[in-house]
């Protein structure tokens, strides 16, 4: 049986991602070695290293204004690198869900943080509208897409601050204006490679602006004056999201993953919206491309683990959600196919005519 992964993360990769991988642990570029013995300072691997990040200006159009640089320590180390970095007196943030809170938390320590709006008085279930950052603001974060709660920020604020983005679970899913974000930030486990990776895309001119001290290796001009590789990368990772990068410019680029993920997401929203059995949690406008959140109608709550389990009978795998939300999370980052979207859809219907 064919098996659907619908895991959050770390979660679905490209086939081409996989077996170049896969093929690579094996020898890597012929020096017969594994990817997983080689030096990383090899001609070899170093070459990988300036292809992952030209690449990515590529695909997302980087001005020459900002560097992409290679980190450890997943989007939860930049909670504090960025604040560390950037936040010289005050900065703004908005609150949509579980990572923005921990990214709220941890800029606090560095400086004045001004949460300019929330949505956690309704779980997390929309995004909010109507609030104003301040013009003294050092910089204005926000998360894009909110995995555990079904959330997306479809249309970026226009504010009279730099913006900062946590993208981890939505990067290379549709264009991106670069040139407006001192910082973009995002764990690769999602759309890019396995975990142990972060891809950083930072403007060089926002750098050594605060006046405390920070430590080398949390400090971004680290980074981009060694290129990624001030100590050891996480090899394999970095490999992988080499692959992925290339897979995307042989799909056609970002607008094209961008129709795709909209073609995907209308698939399953429509099922949702129509079975009479289930019901969205988010807010329709605020609906995420990336993280499809559902739960049974109240009236029909009883079946919730019944179709958990029927939807893994049919091969549907990692659907169940959070436990801030319950019921059913399907993820369908830029690797699902539409296949396995109406492979879920069928199972739903099939489930329906069975009550």
């Not at 020096?31 to 070459?47: D, I, N, P, Q, Y």
Request: hydrophobic residues 40%; aromatic residues 10%; glycine residues 6%.
């Amino acid at each position: 049986m064919k098996k659907h992964n619908f895991y959050a993360g770390p979660s679905i990769l490209s086939q081409y991602t996989v077996q170049n991988t896969a093929d690579a642990i094996l020898d890597f570029a012929g020096t017969g070695l594994s990817l997983m013995e080689v030096s990383h300072r090899s001609k070899e691997f170093v070459a990988v290293c300036d292809e992952s990040r030209s690449l990515v200006k590529e695909l997302l159009d980087v001005p020459s204004t900002h560097e992409v640089i290679f980190l450890g320590g997943g989007a939860s180390m930049q909670f504090c690198m960025v604040p560390y970095n950037l936040l010289k007196k005050k900065a703004s943030y908005m609150d949509t869900g579980t990572w923005a809170s921990k990214a709220i938390k941890e800029a606090k320590l560095f400086g004045e943080v001004d949460v300019v709006a929330s949505s956690k008085e309704k779980n997390y279930s929309f995004i909010p509208k109507n609030y104003t950052v301040p013009d003294d603001s050092d910089y204005f974060h926000i998360t894009t897409n909110n995995t555990i709660y079904g959330t997306q920020i479809h249309h970026i604020p226009e504010v009279n601050v730099p913006l900062v983005a946590d993208m981890s679970s939505d990067i290379f899913s549709r264009p991106v204006d670069v040139s407006l974000y001192d910082a973009i930030y995002a764990g690769a486990q999602k759309n890019l490679a396995p975990a142990g990776v972060t891809i950083v895309i930072v403007r060089k001119d926002a750098l050594n602006k605060v006046d405390r001290p920070i430590p080398t290796m949390l400090n971004y001009m680290t980074h981009v004056e060694k290129e990624s590789m001030f100590n050891t990368p996480p090899v394999v990772p970095v490999f992988a999201a080499l692959q992925t990068l290339k897979w995307y410019k042989e799909q056609g680029g970002i607008l094209a993953m961008q129709r795709k993920n909209e073609e995907k997401a209308a698939v399953l929203y429509d099922e949702i919206d129509r079975n009479r059995l289930f019901k969205g949690t988010a807010e329709k406008e605020d609906r995420s491309l990336m993280n499809v959140c559902f739960v049974m109608n109240d009236e029909y709550k009883e079946l919730e683990s019944g179709f958990a389990s029927f939807a893994a009978a049919a091969g549907m795998i990692g659907i169940k959600g959070h436990r801030s939300v319950g019921g059913f999370r399907a993820s369908i980052y830029n690797a699902m196919p539409v296949e396995s979207v109406s492979a879920l859809v069928q199972t739903m219907q099939e489930f329906e005519k069975q009550h």
